[in-house]
């Protein structure tokens, strides 16, 4: 699915010297390269404060506690997820309330959203799934109306733009009150192991989340609240420092690589390419914008609507050509997060989803020899 010992080649000699610098001067924890990625990343983002700690599910969680959200406070997510999101949730006691997704970009219904709001309401957590922004205009008006946070999961989003109805631009995870991202190896901005981090225009919710990671202390050995441990390692920030001028161009890859197999499926019965949807009038060739970067394909996924998805993958499987199903059960069916108030009839587009996804090999060494494999392999399965 990924490609991740070709992107290191490309950089293998900057990323080499910058794992020695960090050994050479052991500064494991908390080094210089921390802070420095720290501000690299503030200023790439256009955002006031990055919070580093260990990884996207930390994140979620970190921001959670910053926030200050108590036991049973409701919290509204999308259904079509990774389950982190909701697992952060429930482990603080606060009630995760799941609603369903839009069937053209999976992003979380804002309709859905003001039919679940309840006195109890304290949060939405907006998912930028597979690369694109949720509707964060609408969600942003929501969240004024009713008086909520916003906490986005921007774990598969990083270096995604937002454009606003009025022509304002944003980057992904800086919209809300509050923003959590991985550079989990697979992500956009992956790093060599775990490790993730938080985003606030806020200086006291700043202030906050820099003790809730570090135990809980402002001053040493004064715990004012209680904290967790969760950091990200010099070593992982020495390669993200690497990595981050490069993220643009690495978006641009899988956005290159995004057009080429929607040009090859153009046309194809049964098999529906992904859309943007902007507010931009954005140069959209085959629904793939080159323009805003309003979507940065962290996955590529297709929709198989003639009931041969599960064959299709075990074809794919057979021929070894990688493929995932994400997500393949909504996260209300799953045992975990079980709740009577979720009734079958409110998740009619994730019930679909679930069993026509299927994401293909992307990453930013693609090349076009695999891609006509890949896109001719599938066109032939499913209308054979
Ligand atoms: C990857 C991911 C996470 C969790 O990130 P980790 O670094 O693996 O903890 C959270 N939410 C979404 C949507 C993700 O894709």
Redesign the pocket.
């Known amino acids: 699915m990924v490609d991740l010992q070709g992107q290191y080649k490309s950089i293998k000699d900057q990323i080499n010297s910058s794992l020695k610098e960090v050994m050479e001067t052991s500064a494991f924890i908390n080094g210089p390269e921390v802070q420095k990625f720290q501000k690299e990343l503030e200023e790439y983002l256009g955002v006031k404060h990055v919070i580093p700690c260990a990884?996207?599910?930390?994140?979620?969680q970190i921001a959670m506690m910053g926030l200050g959200l108590q036991p049973g406070d409701e919290v509204i997510t999308a259904d079509f997820?990774?389950a982190?999101?909701v697992e952060v949730i429930a482990l603080l006691q606060l009630t995760p309330v799941l609603v369903d997704v839009y069937p053209n970009t999976f992003n979380i219904d804002t309709d859905a959203i003001r039919k679940a709001i309840t006195p109890k309401t304290k949060a939405i957590v907006p998912?930028h799934?597979f690369g694109q922004c949720a509707n964060m205009d609408e969600i942003l008006a929501i969240a004024e109306e009713h008086n909520l946070y916003i906490i986005e999961?921007n774990?598969?989003a990083i270096g995604a733009n937002y454009t606003f109805k009025n022509g304002t631009r944003k980057k992904a995870g800086t919209i809300g009150h509050v923003g959590?991202?991985?550079?989990?190896p697979s992500?956009n901005l992956g790093c060599f192991g775990?490790?993730?981090a938080i985003f606030t225009n806020d200086d006291d919710l700043a202030h906050t989340l820099r003790g809730v990671v570090n135990h809980g202390m402002y001053e040493r050995y004064y715990h004012d609240v209680v904290g967790v441990n969760s950091r990200l390692d010099s070593l992982q920030a020495a390669v993200l420092r690497v990595k981050l001028p490069n993220l643009n161009d690495y978006n641009k890859a899988r956005q290159e690589a995004a057009r080429k197999y929607t040009k090859a499926f153009q046309n194809c019965e049964h098999i529906e390419t992904p859309q943007v949807e902007t507010n931009q009038n954005c140069d959209k060739d085959l629904g793939i914008c080159s323009t805003c970067d309003c979507h940065v394909f962290?996955q590529y996924t297709l929709k198989i609507t003639n009931g041969k998805r599960d064959a299709l993958g075990k074809h794919l499987a057979e021929l070894q050509i990688p493929h995932g199903i994400y997500y393949p059960i909504p996260l209300h069916s799953q045992k975990a997060y079980k709740d009577s108030r979720y009734k079958e009839a409110d998740f009619p587009v994730t019930n679909q989803l679930v069993k026509e996804v299927i994401s293909l090999p992307m990453h930013t060494e693609l090349d076009d020899e695999q891609i006509a494999f890949i896109t001719k392999t599938i066109i032939d399965f499913v209308n054979k």
Not at 55 to 60: F, H, I
Not at 180 to 184: E, H, L, N, Y
Request: hydrophobic share 40%; proline share 0%; charged share 15%.
């Open positions: 990884n996207g599910t930390d994140a979620l997820t990774f982190a999101t998912v799934l999961d774990a598969q959590a991202t991985s550079f989990f992500k775990d490790g993730g962290h």
